[in-house]
């Protein structure tokens, strides 16, 4: 069976996010990073079947453990990718904009919300806004690592990387100046587009 999980081109150039994210941290960051995350869910896929085909379960936990690990980093790095663009920033429209409005308190409220939820991570982790199928509602989410403090079900929107290999090249220990920045490429018709594919779904 082929790999079940591939690295997703970038949707622009290494250096299109400058002034905000440079090239080299674009670069590292998909290339080696992503890379890893998607050859680490693989590996566990892989691990798996071999578990099952010897009927020896011995790394059961480790391997279980890789896999959320992993495929979280995958899901939220390939979001990530297209969370952002050139022509970012702004403010969101339309049925977005009235979830967050209704939901959330406003962008401003929202915004805030995420921006202290990202700064105040301890450790490696991500900033999320989500989608809360049971609720019926949009959420903020403070992710450790890339699979920890979740809601069960809820449905990454837009993703914020908060891990030091996202910044620290450019904006050293100063994280809530990346958070700043990522504001000015946050793309919102992408956000849009994603909530307009989730909001009737029904899991439980
Ligand atoms: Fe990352």
């Known amino acids: 069976m082929p790999n079940q999980y591939t690295l997703p081109d970038l949707p622009y150039d290494y250096a299109a996010l400058e002034p905000h994210l440079s090239a080299q941290i674009v670069e590292l960051h998909h290339d080696k990073h992503h890379a ?30 890789n896999l959320a690990f992993h495929l979280s980093g ?26 967050i409005d209704d939901q959330l308190g406003g962008f401003e ?22 989608w809360d199928p049971t609720g019926g509602r949009l959420i903020v989410e403070q992710v450790y690592d890339h699979q920890s403090n979740l809601g069960q079900a809820a449905v990454p929107l837009l993703a914020l ?40 779904l029904s899991v439980v």
């Open 74 to 99: 995958h899901v939220l790095h390939s979001l990530l990718w297209k969370n952002m663009s050139p022509d970012g920033g702004g403010e969101p429209e339309g049925e977005l904009k009235a979830a």
């Open 36 to 65: 890893a995350y998607v050859t680490g869910a693989n590996g566990a896929i892989d691990g798996l079947a071999a578990a099952r085909e010897k009927n020896d379960f011995a790394t059961i936990n480790q391997l279980e453990k």
């Open 161 to 200: 990387d908060m891990w030091e290999h996202a910044f620290y090249l450019q904006y050293k220990n100063v994280k809530a100046d990346w958070v700043t920045a990522f504001w000015n490429l946050a793309n919102w018709a992408d956000v849009g587009e994603r909530f307009g594919r989730v909001s009737s």
């Open 109 to 130: 409220a929202f915004k805030n919300q995420l921006t202290q939820a990202s700064n105040g991570i301890q450790g490696s982790g991500w900033g999320v806004l989500a």
